[in-house]
Nanobody, 127 residues
Framework: RVQVVESGGGLVQAGGSLRLSCTAS????????MGWFRQAPGKEREGVSC????????YYADSVKGRFTISRDNVKNTLYLQLDSLKPEDTAMYYC????????????????????WGQGTQVTVSS
């Protein structure tokens, strides 16, 4: 079974930055694309970003494009999400997930395509 663990969340002021990390153990990390999702209180979970197995393709939600950057280090089996220019509306629980194949594609926000999920890390942005 694959274990997915997120870290790096916290409390930050608007305009600040955070870097989230996600490790996935128990499988060949670089066989799969990876995604970040988030869920704000009272809202449905939504896709934030996706990265292909080798980092060659990335996708972002329109709401974070230009502010967030997804990356991965296949040697360290770690996925990252750099969050810059944070806004109060970015406050949410952020989840990492392994996709069922090596690529993201245009349907990357569909959550059913992701197999293993972490427990999440909380990001809170104060105004």
């Amino acid at each position: 079974r694959v274990q997915v663990v997120e870290s790096g969340g916290g409390l930050v002021q608007a305009g600040g930055s955070l870097r989230l990390s996600c490790t996935a153990s128990g499988s060949t990390f670089d066989d799969y694309a990876m995604g970040w999702f988030r869920q704000a209180p009272g809202k449905e979970r939504e896709g934030v970003s996706c990265i292909s197995w080798n980092g060659g393709n990335t996708y972002y939600a329109d709401s974070v494009k230009g502010r967030f950057t997804i990356s991965r280090d296949n040697v360290k089996n770690t996925l990252y999400l750099q969050l810059d220019s944070l806004k109060p509306e970015d406050t949410a629980m952020y989840y990492c997930a392994t996709r069922g194949n090596a690529y993201c594609s245009g349907s990357w926000p569909i959550q059913g395509a992701y197999v293993y999920w972490g427990q999440g890390t909380q990001v809170t942005v104060s105004s």
